[in-house]
């Protein structure tokens, strides 16, 4: 398998950056993320679970997310397991728009190939 | 919201959770395995809202488990390449190619000697030119040689002795071709031997270069 580019982000990854941008919390958990991927993507099915958690992890060691653990007290009180929390950083933030901007100059050569930017 | 099922797929994928975090460190472990639990329980109640039933549910979460399979084993890779990162980078490397190098460099000064010592013997160098009046000279390139052999036998062990707390397979990498030097002087198989045995140190330092992690 070719390896890709530096700096170059996996559509997975520009669509957990996208679910993370948008959830407008202050943090997301693994599974809304999944459930975010597949409602912009019209899908019915979710992210397998070790796609979505290696990937999660990989962006996080790049520094384009960060993550916590929620407040124990909170996932007691709410009778469910402890949720770990991923927000956007700065520089993932970055990524997506130079990410997005990249996929959007490609539709438009598509369309137009002499199209320059 | 309800805690984690007691179903046959949950305790399927927490199988599987325990046998790819295994040897990982404890923390490590225990955030990939809360991650997971927190995953099943939040399907199970996202799928129960929308009236999906058990055995459905079940499916769907096994599919999610065998779908990611290679990603969690590729991510085991990745932590395990994450824990030796740093000890190779930052201490590792620079002592152990330290001591790879002088050992090298030990290594064909006593090839080069041997040669000619051997040449001495004979009273010839590559067999075309005698050399007259040299016997004596021969004796003394006898006795240096051990001189030579117990010098490298003591800065291989010595190199092996710094190598290893920090990497054991590094100091055994020293080591092996120390051992070697002993009998070398005596077999020149072994001395071929050697050289593969070093040839072997060298790659494996040079494999075990970091390797740029994207993005």
């Known amino acids: 398998m ?116 | ?23 990982l460190d404890q923390m490590t472990t225990a955030f990939r395995s809360a991650e997971i639990d927190s995953d099943l329980a939040e399907h199970d109640h996202f799928r129960r809202e929308t009236e999906w039933p058990t055995s459905r549910i079940g499916r769907e979460r096994v599919r999610r488990l065998l779908a990611g399979v290679p990603a969690d084993i590729g991510w085991r890779h990745d932590r395990l390449r994450i824990r ?25 000064a006593f090839s080069a000697y041997l040669l000619g010592s051997s040449a001495l013997a004979d009273q010839q160098i590559w067999g075309r030119f005698p050399l007259q009046g040299f016997e004596g000279y021969a004796d003394e390139a006898g006795a240096s040689g051990v001189a030579f052999i117990i010098a490298g036998l003591g800065l291989s062990l010595a190199l092996a002795a710094v190598a290893r707390p920090v990497s054991p397979v590094v100091a055994n990498a020293v080591t092996i071709p120390s051992a070697v030097f ?18 072997g140190a060298a790659t494996d330092l040079a494999t075990r270069a970091p390797n740029p992690t994207p993005p």
């Open chain 1, 2 to 117: 070719p390896r890709r580019k530096p700096g170059s982000l996996l559509p997975l990854e520009v669509s957990i950056l996208a679910a993370c941008r948008d959830a407008g919390t202050p943090g997301i958990h693994g599974f809304a993320l999944a459930q975010g991927i597949a409602d912009a993507e019209e899908s019915r099915r979710l992210t397998a679970t070790g796609t979505l958690y290696r990937a999660l992890h990989r962006l996080d060691d790049g520094g384009l997310i960060e993550n916590w653990w929620e407040d124990p007290n909170e996932a007691a009180a709410a009778g469910r397991p402890l949720r770990r929390l991923y927000r956007i950083t700065g520089a993932g933030a970055t990524a997506l728009a130079r990410a997005q901007s990249d996929a959007d100059e490609l539709a438009l050569r598509r369309i137009d190939p002499g199209f320059v930017s």
């Open chain 2, 1 to 23: 919201m309800s805690r984690l099922p007691d179903d046959r797929s949950v305790r399927l994928v927490r199988w599987w959770t325990r046998r790819y975090t295994a040897g």
């Open chain 2, 84 to 108: 030796a990162r740093p000890v190779v980078t930052t201490i590792v490397l620079p002592v152990t190619t330290v001591a790879q190098l002088l050992l090298a460099a030990y290594y064909v």
């Open chain 2, 182 to 199: 002993a009998v070398m002087f005596f077999w020149l198989g072994v001395w071929a031997l050697g050289l593969i045995v070093l040839t």
